[in-house]
């Protein structure tokens, strides 16, 4: 069965960091592009930033690039995403997602994590 | 960057009816078209995946088409289960982007 757990969300004051890690099980991680999805209170999804298979290649939404870094650890399984200099507009649940193929092309999200909610407040 | 404009952002509808969901891209994305469903406090659920693959286990009322630049999510008879949001997402590259929701309400 696939598992996808998110942790490291909690409150953070802006301008802080925060790091963000997904721990993946079910399915072979190293073959799948992974990514974060993040949806604000009350708000739709937003794709925020993806990693291919191999972690050489990463994609990033103009709203995070500069400030957000995705990677990954696939001999640990391991999604992260290292959140730098947060505004109040990044507070949302973040989720990782699977991608639905191992082939090396943009996919649909075939798995999520429960997500874990990030909060940016003084 | 190609943006997902989907229509329309509340539907109300009755169980048994047939309801439609339109996404339109801003411009060519072939078949790299998804469809989610979300529930409240829930993480979004792959429903069809490349504008008409039916995802496993996804009930067959479900269903997925496309005319050029606009696509569409059909769910043929509603079930009282069907009440939620529902999101379209481009992959024709990595630069992902979701429609902006079709909330689903009883009537």
């Known amino acids: 069965e696939v598992q996808l757990l998110e942790s490291g969300g909690g409150l953070v004051q802006p301008g802080g960091s925060l790091r963000l890690s997904c721990a993946a099980s079910?399915?072979?991680?190293?073959?799948?592009?992974m990514s974060w999805v993040r949806q604000a209170p009350g708000k739709g999804l937003e794709w925020v930033s993806s990693i291919a298979s191999s972690g050489r290649n990463t994609y990033y939404a103009d709203s995070v690039k500069g400030r957000f870094t995705i990677s990954r650890d696939n001999s640990k399984n391991t999604l992260y995403f290292q959140m730098n200099s947060l505004r109040g507009e990044d507070t949302a649940v973040y989720y990782c997602?699977?991608?639905?193929?191992?082939?090396?092309?943009?996919?649909?999200?075939?798995?999520w994590g429960q997500g874990t909610l990030v909060t940016v407040s003084s | 960057d190609i943006q997902m404009t989907q229509s329309p952002s509340t539907l109300s509808a009755s169980v048994g009816d047939k309801v439609t969901i339109t996404c339109r891209a801003s411009?060519?994305?072939?078949?790299?078209l998804a469809w989610y469903q979300q529930k409240p406090g829930k993480a979004p659920k792959l429903l069809i995946y490349?504008?008409?693959s039916l995802e496993s286990g996804v009930p067959s009322r479900f269903s997925g088409s496309a005319s050029g630049t606009e696509f569409t999510l059909t769910i043929s008879s509603l079930q009282p289960d069907d009440f939620a949001t529902y999101y379209c997402?481009?992959?024709?590259?990595?630069?992902?982007?979701f429609g902006q929701g079709t909330k689903l309400e009883i009537k």
């Open positions: 997402q481009q992959f024709n590259t990595y630069l992902y982007t």
């Open positions: 997602a699977k991608d639905g193929t191992s082939a090396v092309k943009p996919a649909a999200l075939d798995y």
């Open positions: 490349d504008v008409s």
């Open positions: 079910g399915f072979t991680f190293s073959s799948y592009a």
């Open positions: 411009q060519s994305i072939s078949r790299w």
